[in-house]
């Protein structure tokens, strides 16, 4: 999404009402990303999702739109402006929403996410025939949402700044290189955590899929209830999610790239978002899943803490004062 330059200036801690935005944020992108894709495999409904209210719904005969728009829009857009609250990223095809708010684009987003969910929350109300306590609690977080966008603290927090965002169309200088690592790049400790981490989620999610392709893993009759009642393709999906997605991210990390922190973010979603849905699909079979959904936040967790770039001995920075 545009080019990225790496954090808007210091780091420094976040307001409480930042926090609590990107919490609500995150807890609204994960269940909403959960929900389509439920709806998503199964486009004729189901015990949550039902058959019969497909005839009170415009413009549809399945509830795949619905489920992409709730997965792609509430869901990955939650997530994204949760992301831009914690880190602040730079991103130039964002610039214009800043020019015009005069404060960091994660602001405008987590506002739309807000009235987003408020209105898909009003639309389910008015065409579903059925109420649910769900409706009432996530109608509180779309509510909550926008209400902590008015504060002065969230406004104030995300505030352009000109020692702490690139203005469009200004250059940014190289900064000294940081004292004791002159040229030498170096990992942090909890990108030494993330590494090991993601490494035996690699191995193990490769052994498993391996597994389930050769016939050494025999699901039984949950092998009925997977996509299309294929173990080969459900190894497949997992080598390829949990397996090669791990192996690059580590990779990138050791060798420094630019876009490794956000990859560990992507890791850990991705393996909580793995669990949601086989959670969904297959039910609650196995102790390992309440530990791999542990173990994903886990991950999610530190890749939040790090910085959005790798720490190396020079890097681009903008400096007070040093804008041109």
Not at 171 to 189: H, M, N, Y
Request: charged share 15%; aromatic share 6%.
């Amino acid at each position: 999404m545009g080019s990225t330059t790496g954090l808007s200036g210091p780091t420094r801690s976040h307001p409480w009402t930042v926090r609590v935005a990107a919490g609500l944020l995150i807890l609204v992108g994960v269940t909403a990303v959960a929900g389509g894709v439920e709806m998503w495999l199964y486009p004729y409904g189901n015990e949550f999702v039902r058959t019969e209210w497909l005839r009170d719904l415009p413009l549809v005969d399945t509830w795949r739109l619905p489920g992409l728009v709730l997965g792609l829009g509430l869901g990955v857009g939650s997530l994204v402006a949760a992301f831009g609250l914690l880190r602040r990223p730079r991103w130039r095809m964002l610039a214009p929403v800043q020019r015009v708010t005069g404060r960091h684009w994660s602001w405008a987003a987590t506002a739309l996410v807000g009235i987003a969910l408020g209105g898909w929350i009003l639309l389910e109300v008015v065409l579903l025939p059925q109420r649910s306590t769900i409706e009432a609690l996530y109608g509180t977080l779309a509510a909550g949402l926008v209400g902590l966008c008015s504060t002065a603290s969230l406004r104030r927090s995300l505030a352009l700044t000109p020692d702490r965002d690139v203005v469009p169309g200004q250059q940014v200088v190289s900064a000294t290189p940081e004292r004791g690592l002159p040229g030498r790049k170096r990992i942090l400790r909890r990108e030494r955590v993330l590494i090991g981490l993601e490494t035996i989620l690699a191995v193990s999610a490769l052994g498993g899929a391996i597994g389930l392709v050769t016939g050494g893993i025999d699901l039984g009759p949950v092998t009925g209830d997977l996509p299309f009642a294929s173990a080969v393709l459900a190894g497949a999906a997992l080598a390829v999610v949990n397996g090669a997605l791990p192996g690059v991210v580590v990779v990138a990390t050791v060798s420094r790239r630019s876009w490794a922190p956000a990859g560990h973010l992507v890791v850990g979603a991705a393996l909580v978002l793995w669990i949601i849905v086989q959670v969904a699909v297959i039910g609650l079979v196995s102790w390992l899943q309440p530990v791999f959904l542990g173990y994903g936040l886990a991950v999610v967790g530190l890749a939040l803490r790090l910085p959005l770039r790798p720490t190396v001995g020079t890097e681009e920075t903008v400096m007070p004062g040093r804008l041109r």
